[in-house]
């Protein structure tokens, strides 16, 4: 194995972010599996070696993903990921010259996040306590509320420990993207419900984890998609994630004339620019109140 073969490239940079760059393990995964297809690729091609890498091999590359019908957004992400890596052998003297520094990105139109009503949140509630016992409806009410109550990404949401959860300061210490750590604020309703529900731990340390599976395991992504897809799924509403929780918190919060540079804090966002995508969802939501009831619209 050289030292400018692709596969323990990969792993160096794999490596680098996991280390230095103190990435989530989902970033890396992701990282992981986009450019294992990009090196798969280059192997149907004869090409292992990173100075062996062209413009027309990216270029090839990203051809193929659109033939298989791939979105724009996907392909936009696995070159934002070879470009990493590709960063990485420059960085280290493996290439002389970046083949993709002319390659830019797919042009994506940003649409609208897509958010349920209050209304709608109420009515799920209600649902819980209909399907679940006292118990099991506690647990899955503070899912919720966390995810809109406090505006929390599911990863964000799985990595809590009790220990994180503070009633006396109303906030939670949340370990974000990048292992950045923030205090996010309760409400008095979030407070309510996970006071119940931590009491019906019948014992717990501040290290536990405060959602745990059957076989007290640490809640996955994947259980936690589960149980929100299944209470959204009368919401008339696309993609039906936890994120939409996320998005509803965020633009309730602005349509109620909260400062925007304090839901940028909340949601640990790094750029006030990711923020500002709410403000035009409460204009369009303005705009159609104004079409429906105003006579002169």
Do not use: W
Request: with cysteine.
């Amino acid at each position: 194995m050289t030292q400018s073969d692709l596969n323990e490239i990969l792993n160096r940079m794999l490596a680098e972010l996991s280390g230095i760059s103190r990435a989530s393990q989902n970033t890396i995964d992701a990282y992981t599996r986009d450019l294992n297809e990009f090196i798969s690729f280059c192997n149907d091609k004869e090409i292992n070696l990173i100075d062996k890498i062209t413009d027309k091999t990216i270029r090839y590359f990203v051809i193929r993903l659109s033939e298989s019908g791939v979105a724009k957004s996907t392909i936009s992400r696995k070159l934002s990921a070879i470009r990493r890596l590709l960063n990485f052998a420059l960085r280290n003297d493996l290439i002389e010259k970046n083949p993709i520094s002319r390659i830019p990105n797919p042009k994506i139109k940003r649409g609208l996040p897509e958010t349920i009503n209050v209304d709608s949140y109420s009515e799920i509630f209600s649902l819980v306590d209909i399907e679940n016992d006292f118990a099991n409806a506690n647990k899955i009410k503070s899912i919720f509320e966390l995810l809109y109550g406090s505006a929390l990404r599911v990863s964000e949401l799985c990595s809590l420990n009790v220990g994180d959860i503070d009633f006396h300061t109303k906030s939670i210490r949340v370990l974000g993207k990048g292992s950045k750590v923030r205090i996010v604020p309760m409400g008095s309703k979030s407070v309510e419900v996970l006071k119940v529900y931590i009491s019906s731990i019948n014992s717990f340390t501040n290290s536990q984890p405060l959602f745990m599976d059957s076989d007290n395991n640490r809640l996955s992504r994947h259980s936690i998609y589960r149980i929100v897809k299944h209470y959204l799924k009368d919401q008339k509403i696309d993609k039906k994630s936890p994120h939409i929780l996320r998005h509803s918190a965020a633009t309730h919060m602005l349509d109620n004339d909260a400062d925007l540079m304090a839901v940028k804090e909340i949601l640990g966002h790094e750029n006030l620019s990711t923020t500002q995508i709410y403000t035009h969802v409460s204009i369009e939501r303005l705009k159609k109140s104004y079409k429906k009831a105003h006579p002169k619209s």
